[in-house]
């Protein structure tokens, strides 16, 4: 026989059940999504210390590109991509370029796509974003070029101008991405299957000669380690992306997000070094400059220094904020 007081018992349970799964999502400590392959453990295990060992959040995943392992920490948490973001603006118009409905010399206003892109990518020229993205229809065509390649975890929501001028949140789930979406983001350009070969090589080059951001993650790679990548910064936040290359052309993707803390750079550095160095020659890693997994304060001083203010700027006033 049916009993209404069974129904509503079911109810309070089941209420009582997404109440602790919703708690537990809280409470649970930072936890990787999947595990890594045993040989690359204690770098996963180092990176998680290294991250809570040191003030701040990260967010940090690696990807072999060729045998797809990966490693990551917080790998699905969201944080803002600032800067970083601009990796996708340039896929999206390239696409057009490989399309036949653009192309790089293209006037924009006083200038060409081609040099409004190079802006963007190697001094992080904010004007130069925001004229491309308006000439590809507002954040609205950039994040819709993200949905059409399945890319979750990953949006764009506003110009860099209405970014800036917003109260600053470094929580804000717009004009976010989890380190893992941003890796996927990485992985889909670096395959070729969303850019012709000659628009993947055009923004690779961009990006390997990018001009700022130069102690984070090249602050500690060997000069014989090729490094193509893109800054995001805002205060209390620090981000670089992109991807690392061996002398035997084996490649990996990495994303490195930060909020919060004082070293952020030093912080990313030695994560960058512990990658290369995990991923690279079993029995041949680099020694750091650290004490045990707390980064020293000599890494935000590294022999490679940061550019100037002005390498990142809105229409030649500097904008150190969004770099």
Same mark, same amino acid.
């Given at each position: 026989? @049916?009993?209404?007081?069974?129904?509503?018992?079911?109810?309070?349970?089941?209420? *009582?059940?997404?109440?602790?799964?919703?708690?537990?999502?809280?409470?649970?400590?930072?936890?990787?999504?999947?595990?890594?392959?045993?040989?690359? =453990?204690?770098?996963?295990? *180092?990176?998680?210390?290294?991250?809570?060992?040191?003030?701040?959040? @990260?967010?940090?995943?690696?990807?072999?590109?060729?045998?797809?392992?990966?490693?990551?920490?917080?790998?699905?948490?969201?944080?803002?991509?600032?800067?970083?973001?601009?990796?996708?603006?340039?896929? &999206?118009?390239?696409? =057009?370029?490989?399309?036949?409905?653009?192309?790089?010399?293209?006037?924009?206003?006083?200038?060409?796509?081609?040099?409004?892109?190079?802006?963007?990518?190697?001094?992080?020229?904010?004007?130069?974003?925001?004229?491309?993205?308006?000439?590809?229809?507002?954040? &609205?065509?950039?994040?819709?070029?993200?949905?059409?390649? #399945?890319?979750?975890?990953? *949006?764009?929501?506003?110009?860099? &101008?209405?970014?800036?001028?917003?109260?600053?949140?470094?929580?804000?789930?717009?004009?976010?991405?989890?380190?893992?979406?941003?890796?996927?983001?990485?992985?889909?350009?670096?395959?070729?299957?969303?850019?012709?070969? #000659?628009?993947?090589?055009?923004?690779?080059?961009?990006?390997?000669?990018?001009?700022?951001?130069?102690?984070?993650?090249?602050?500690?790679?060997?000069?014989?380690?090729?490094?193509?990548?893109?800054?995001?910064?805002?205060?209390? @936040?620090?981000?670089?992306?992109?991807?690392?290359?061996?002398?035997?052309?084996? *490649?990996?993707?990495?994303?490195?997000?930060?909020?919060?803390?004082?070293?952020?750079?030093?912080?990313?550095?030695?994560?960058?070094?512990?990658?290369?160095?995990?991923?690279?020659? #079993?029995?041949?890693?680099?020694?750091?400059?650290?004490?045990?997994?707390?980064? =020293?304060?000599?890494?935000?001083?590294?022999?490679?220094? &940061?550019?100037?203010?002005?390498?990142?700027?809105?229409?030649?006033?500097?904008?150190?904020?969004?770099?």
């Amino acid at each position: 026989m @049916y009993l209404p007081t069974t129904r509503i018992l079911w109810g309070i349970d089941m209420r *009582r059940l997404g109440f602790l799964v919703w708690l537990l999502a809280f409470v649970a400590p930072p936890a990787l999504a999947f595990e890594a392959p045993a040989h690359l =453990q204690p770098l996963e295990q *180092r990176l998680a210390a290294l991250a809570t060992e040191n003030p701040g959040e @990260y967010g940090i995943a690696a990807l072999d590109l060729t045998s797809g392992e990966m490693v990551s920490f917080n790998g699905s948490r969201p944080f803002p991509m600032a800067s970083t973001m601009k990796i996708a603006v340039a896929a &999206a118009y390239l696409a =057009q370029v490989d399309a036949g409905t653009r192309r790089l010399d293209d006037p924009i206003g006083d200038t060409t796509a081609r040099a409004l892109m190079d802006a963007m990518i190697i001094h992080s020229d904010n004007r130069a974003t925001d004229q491309l993205i308006a000439t590809l229809g507002g954040p &609205a065509a950039v994040n819709g070029w993200l949905r059409a390649h #399945q890319l979750s975890g990953i *949006r764009v929501d506003r110009t860099i &101008a209405t970014l800036l001028s917003d109260p600053r949140d470094l929580r804000d789930i717009r004009d976010s991405s989890t380190p893992e979406a941003m890796l996927d983001l990485l992985r889909l350009i670096d395959r070729g299957d969303a850019l012709s070969p #000659q628009s993947r090589a055009a923004l690779l080059d961009m990006m390997r000669r990018c001009a700022t951001g130069s102690n984070r993650m090249r602050g500690l790679l060997p000069p014989e380690a090729r490094v193509e990548h893109k800054t995001g910064t805002l205060n209390g @936040y620090t981000g670089d992306v992109g991807y690392m290359t061996f002398p035997d052309g084996r *490649r990996i993707a990495v994303v490195f997000f930060a909020r919060g803390g004082s070293n952020r750079p030093g912080v990313i550095s030695t994560a960058a070094r512990a990658i290369y160095d995990g991923f690279g020659t #079993q029995g041949q890693r680099g020694a750091l400059v650290a004490h045990g997994d707390r980064v =020293q304060d000599a890494y935000a001083t590294a022999p490679r220094t &940061a550019p100037p203010a002005s390498s990142c700027s809105l229409g030649g006033m500097a904008v150190q904020a969004q770099c």
